[in-house]
């Protein structure tokens, strides 16, 4: 291991932005880019306002929307780190696509809207944080509205996600009396003053907190806010990096995003707090970060991004070593051979042309779909890393097109956002009509959405009786892939293959799974797939 890799590796910090919809997840991205430097603000504050759509918002459909349909992915430098920062959706129907993501990075920040709480989609990701013990960062936003009482707040995440909070910083005030936020740490105070057109940073700084003139300036909130300070001084547990790292404790900020207030904070506990990329498992070994040769996994692929390429980029997270532009890389499921010349960085809304990345790095390489959900590339070596999902859809749909001519199309463009997963594609052994298969009702109207505008097809999607699917395999010491057939001739009219050939078995009701699974008990039913 070199001591340059291993330098690269410490600076760098791979975190997702995770939000309900409309708690300010888009909002502080933005700032965040600003306040690294990576944006300048005037432009893209103003093109936000009159699109309604963030730098981080790629596709025609978000603008429509409203809603960041696709994950997608920035890098900034900000002190001496390399911030790599993973968009993900927020609504709940695209959540598959943030599961996916999340296996991509090393830490989550939380943007929680101070007036709402907790609200459902937080509570869905936060599980899915803590089934892979991902340390969380949370920002509680809109400090400048009416909103809870923080220690309400405080104690509300605390029981809905079960974790404890240990604040950092602690508001004076709110709303129209939101005075700025004391540094628990520091012992001093940084002023709010409303704004968005500020570079931030710029803002008064009291030291003398004892002051008491400050009674009088900040009204109300002031003695409210000494009072809670001293409470928490007593009450609140320690920071403890280790609970943190597993996941059980989470720094809290406080601020308003859209006034770029308390976005410094949170930069600097990103570079701080957050781990740099840590060893990752794979099936034949666990790969560190610092391992000379490189390796990574596909935990993404979009087609279509930028309208005037057309074409489709696989995200990678490169787990270990040093990626260098032109070097020949196998894809571990094909063993085919790779060299990518043209593979691009995400630097905010601009792609570079990159010439080197390391273990944290996301990269995009465009390819003509060489590259599936979950792959892994390495120099040579026969590594496999697992962990990505696939969930069983709970939706589902026929496809037909409107226009027969036009089948071809829609053949290529439902493998292609098939393989991107944004909708699981079956294959019925009997008959010819395809089965979409979604987690939620909006991922059909996305799909519908992009074959008439990418593919140019219209299909036709109509409901299926289908209400359930588990994927279905046979252990070898069961009778392996022998047994596995004979189950398949047997239910022929309700087993489907999805995009990778894995056969499923699709019921109307429950009950009828039950029995098919007392029928055959050497079959096994999942309703998770990871990529293998
Ligand atoms: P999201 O990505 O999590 O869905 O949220 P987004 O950033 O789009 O923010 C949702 C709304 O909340 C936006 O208002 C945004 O301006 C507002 N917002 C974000 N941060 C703050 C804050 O600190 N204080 C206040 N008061 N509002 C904040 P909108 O009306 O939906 O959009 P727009 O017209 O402002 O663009």
Same mark, same amino acid.
């Given at each position: 291991m070199s001591a340059d890799l291993a330098t690269q590796v410490r600076r760098r910090r791979t975190f997702a932005i995770i939000s309900h919809p409309d708690a300010g997840k888009t909002t502080l991205t933005e700032k965040l880019l600003?306040?690294?430097?990576a944006i300048q603000i005037a432009g893209s504050v103003k093109a936000r306002k009159a699109a309604r759509h963030a730098t981080s918002d790629w596709m025609e459909i978000e603008k429509?929307?409203?809603?960041?349909?696709?994950?997608? &992915?920035?890098?900034?430098e900000y002190r001496d780190c390399v911030i790599n920062l993973l968009d993900t959706p927020g609504h709940q129907d695209f959540s598959e696509d943030t599961y996916r993501v999340l296996t991509a990075v090393d830490?989550?920040?939380?943007? !929680?809207?101070?007036? #709402?709480? &907790?609200?459902?989609?937080?509570?869905? $990701?936060?599980?899915?944080?803590?089934? =892979?013990?991902t340390p969380i960062l949370t920002f509680v936003n809109k400090m400048d509205r009416e909103v809870q009482e923080p220690l309400a707040l405080m104690d509300e995440i605390e029981r809905e996600l079960g974790m404890s909070v240990v604040p950092f910083t602690w508001p004076v005030g709110m709303g129209k009396l939101f005075g700025g936020v004391v540094d628990l740490? @520091? @012992?001093?105070?940084?002023?709010?003053?409303?704004?968005?057109?500020?570079?931030g940073g710029d803002e008064e700084v009291l030291t003398d907190l004892d002051n008491p003139a400050y009674a009088e300036r900040f009204g109300m909130g002031w003695d409210q806010s000494q009072n809670e300070i001293e409470l928490l001084g007593a009450a609140a547990p320690e920071f403890d990096e280790e609970a943190f790292l597993e996941g059980h404790q989470t720094p809290m900020f406080f601020g308003s995003a859209i006034n770029n207030f308390g976005v410094q904070e949170v930069l600097d506990a990103l570079v701080d707090l957050a781990p740099a990329p840590g060893a990752r498992p794979s099936m034949q070994r666990e790969v560190k970060p610092e391992e000379a040769k490189f390796s990574g996994v596909v935990f993404k692929i979009q087609a279509n991004m930028d309208p005037s390429h057309r074409d489709r980029i696989a995200f990678l997270r490169v787990a270990s070593g040093h990626f260098e532009r032109g070097m020949r890389l196998k894809v571990v499921r094909s063993g085919k051979e790779l060299r990518p010349n043209t593979v691009v960085s995400f630097l905010s809304q601009r792609r570079e042309l990159l010439d080197e990345a390391f273990a944290g790095d996301i990269i995009g390489i465009? #390819?003509?779909?060489?590259?599936?959900?979950?792959?892994? $590339?390495? *120099?040579? *070596?026969?590594?496999?890393f697992t962990g990505l999902p696939f969930f069983a859809p709970e939706l589902f749909r026929t496809v037909e097109v409107a226009d027969p001519l036009k089948t071809k199309q829609l053949r290529a463009g439902l493998t292609q956002l098939g393989e991107e997963g944004a909708i699981q594609v079956f294959r019925p052994v009997l008959g010819t009509v395809l089965l979409l298969g979604a987690v939620g009702q909006l991922q059909f109207e996305v799909v519908a959405h992009r074959l008439e505008h990418e593919y140019g097809v219209r299909a036709r999607i109509q409901p299926a009786r289908y209400a359930l699917a588990r994927w279905v395999t046979c252990d070898p010491d069961d009778g392996g892939d @022998?047994?596995?057939? =004979?189950? !398949?001739? #047997? #239910?022929?009219? =309700?087993?489907?293959?999805?995009?990778?050939?894995a056969p499923a078995i699709?019921? *109307?009701?429950?009950? *009828?799974? =039950?029995a098919v699974e007392a029928n055959w008990p050497k079959i096994k039913f999942h309703a998770l797939r990871e990529h293998a």
């Open positions: 600003l306040f690294s430097g429509q929307r409203g809603i960041s349909v696709a994950s997608s &992915v920035m890098q900034m830490a989550a920040l939380m943007v !929680i809207d101070a007036a #709402n709480g &907790v609200e459902p989609q937080t509570r869905r $990701l936060l599980q899915v944080c803590r089934a =892979r013990n740490r @520091k @012992k001093q105070m940084r002023v709010f003053s409303p704004g968005e057109d500020r570079a465009p #390819n003509h779909g060489v590259l599936q959900l979950g792959d892994t $590339l390495t *120099e040579g *070596e026969q590594l496999q @022998k047994e596995l057939q =004979r189950f !398949i001739d #047997n #239910n022929a009219h =309700r087993i489907a293959y999805d995009a990778v050939n699709l019921v *109307e009701y429950a009950p *009828e799974l =039950r």
